[in-house]
């Protein structure tokens, strides 16, 4: 079993910035694929940012240039870091882990920590 646990969410005002952490535990495959996903109210969840273990990275268009995401292979940990945030990024922010065991795929999620930006 793994296990995520997020933390570093928050309130900003529009054009602050906030950085997310994310750390795995458990058995962990060391071939995967760590991101951040965000809800926002009524709205279907999305991806914000992934990157691999070998360290290749995708971010929505919403994001580019502005949030980076990078991982830490030795203490299995993702971050997030944002800036220049905007009222359009506040929503619950989630963890995600996913790998492959032979012909399965896995996937977990962290608890989800809010992310609000004030005007």
């Known amino acids: 079993q793994v296990q995520l646990v997020e933390s570093g969410g928050g309130l900003v005002h529009t054009g602050g910035s906030l950085r997310l952490s994310c750390a795995a535990s458990g058995s962990i495959n060391s071939i995967n694929t760590m991101g951040w996903f965000r809800q926002a109210p009524g709205k279907q969840r999305e991806l914000v940012a992934t990157?691999?273990?070998?360290?290749?990275?995708n971010y929505a268009d919403s994001v580019k240039g502005r949030f980076t995401v990078s991982r830490d292979n030795a203490k299995n940990t993702v971050y997030l870091q944002m800036n220049s945030l905007k009222p359009e990024d506040t929503a619950v922010y989630y963890c995600?882990?996913?790998?492959?065991?032979?012909?399965?795929?896995?996937?977990?999620w962290g608890q989800g920590t809010q992310i609000t930006v004030s005007s």
């Open positions: 990157i691999t273990s070998g360290g290749t990275t």
């Open positions: 995600n882990l996913k790998t492959r065991r032979t012909y399965v795929n896995y996937d977990y």
